[in-house]
């Protein structure tokens, strides 16, 4: 029986690492950081509950059941499973969030330098897709590739970033900003489910699995195993980075009190430590994050489509890059504002579904459970992404009141509600199928 070497266990776990660090994870954390201020702690606490905690599930959830979403979604039925496999897929996918890591990370790392202008994006789009789809159409070679020899590069540039947050800060910790005074906790939860990486981590599942597979496992239980301990590597590297970058921002009010977002204060600190330099160094670990993030999502897109239709993986993949590579031609500002509400209305979905099939041992038959709590989540997840996209005057006062509604948290009371009757439910028609037989 084939074992993974322990090098070859770290590298698929850096390999997992960098699939999830892309730019919006280097991003929220110095906003954050900057307005929690002497809050710091409690804030990134409860960054790291949803923005680690949450994807590092998804990962166990998918790893008990072999990698993939096909049987995460099976209580839901075959065809209900496939729709929202597809709608994920593709969201996370080639619509929105695989073009948008490369106009991202042109518009932070190489703008700066070109303008943002159409022809240094398509330039620059063009060079990014090539060197994603080399990568992406030999999935057997990424945890070389990336585990190996781009994450160790991506960590040493965020080692020195994070070194200089602790070892050179900016300033003092600053001070609270109104939002974080009464709990601070709550806000850092809500930032790190802002990061939506449990989208990300449904598709990256199949991504590990197969990883793992291509090194000659065959055995069920140790790709799970090795599957888990990809995912604890990757939580631990993310955590770290996490936490350097909130102290980072926390430290930062005296050269970066007006920033409005974290790119601004990313800006702010490196200029300020290191010049020029410093803005090299952030577009080195902006464009690898950016890339291997679109790799593994672009790999994941591959290995399921090319299991749903009558088409080759390399079709798929070179497919879905071009569509991507037009997609990201289309700008920043109109991808984000397309994307947001559609990923918004996803989340509560993938949340619950893994939350749920965690829980699996607890309910008689799991589809009574499933089906209405994923239902009330699609309608409620619906709800604020209409919301998130501007139309919240088409919708019932009495959504826009449900608590944390406007945090886009406005599903969770329901959904909290209707897991508990759809439990009490599957206990009692489970008992009086005991009593009848």
Same mark, same amino acid.
């Given at each position: ?15 997992? #690492? ?21 809050? *710091? ?64 990370? #042109? ?245 619950? *579904? ?62 909290? *509600?209707? *897991? ?18």
């Amino acid at each position: 029986m084939t074992r993974l070497k322990s090098s070859d266990l770290l590298a698929l776990g850096f390999m997992t #690492f960098a699939l999830f660090l892309g730019a919006g994870n280097i991003i929220f954390p110095p906003s954050a950081g900057l307005a929690a201020g002497e809050n *710091l702690l409690p804030a990134a606490l409860g960054f790291l509950l949803t923005g680690v905690g949450l994807p590092l599930l998804t990962i166990v959830a998918l790893a008990r059941v072999g990698g993939g979403m096909a049987l995460l979604t099976a209580p839901l039925g075959k065809r209900a499973g496939v729709l929202l496999a597809v709608a994920v897929y593709l969201a996370i996918g080639p619509l929105f969030a695989t073009p948008r890591t490369a106009v991202v990370s #042109f518009e932070m790392a190489v703008a700066p330098f070109t303008g943002n202008s159409g022809v240094p994006l398509l330039i620059y789009t063009l060079a990014y897709f090539a060197a994603v789809l080399f990568l992406s159409l030999n999935p057997g070679q990424l945890v070389d590739r990336i585990g190996k020899f781009i994450a160790p590069v991506l960590l040493a540039a965020l080692l020195v970033l994070g070194g200089a947050a602790l070892l050179m800060p900016a300033g003092e910790i600053g001070q609270v900003t109104a939002d974080y005074q009464a709990a601070p906790f709550v806000q850092g939860f809500l930032q790190g489910y802002l990061t939506m990486d449990t989208l990300g981590a449904l598709v990256f599942g199949i991504v590990i699995a197969t990883a793992i597979r291509d090194r000659g496992v065959t055995d069920g239980a140790l790709i799970t195993r090795y599957s888990v301990i990809a995912g604890l590597i990757a939580a631990v590297g993310l955590s770290l980075v996490y936490l350097a970058l909130f102290y980072l921002g926390a430290t930062s009010q005296g050269i970066a009190g007006e920033a409005q977002n974290g790119v601004q204060v990313l800006t702010a600190y490196v200029q300020y430590s290191f010049g020029t330099a410093g803005s090299l160094l952030l577009a080195v670990v902006i464009t690898l994050a950016c890339l291997t993030t679109a790799v593994g999502l672009l790999t994941a897109c591959g290995e399921f489509f090319s299991g749903l239709l009558p088409l080759s993986y390399r079709v798929v993949v070179l497919v879905f890059g071009l569509f991507s590579l037009l997609v990201a031609n289309q700008g920043l500002t109109q991808l984000i504002s397309i994307s947001v509400p559609v990923l918004v209305g996803l989340y509560p979905l993938a949340i619950v *579904l893994v939350a749920l099939s965690l829980l699996d041992n607890l309910w008689l038959s799991p589809r009574r459970v499933f089906v209405p709590v994923m239902t009330v989540a699609l309608v409620f997840g619906l709800i604020d992404g209409f919301a998130a996209a501007g139309f919240s005057q088409w919708l019932p006062a009495l959504f826009g009141e449900l608590p944390l509604a406007g945090q886009s948290l406005g599903w969770l009371l329901p959904v909290l *509600l209707t *897991l508990l009757l759809a439990a009490l439910l599957d206990r009692a028609l489970g008992r009086q199928r005991a009593v009848m037989a």
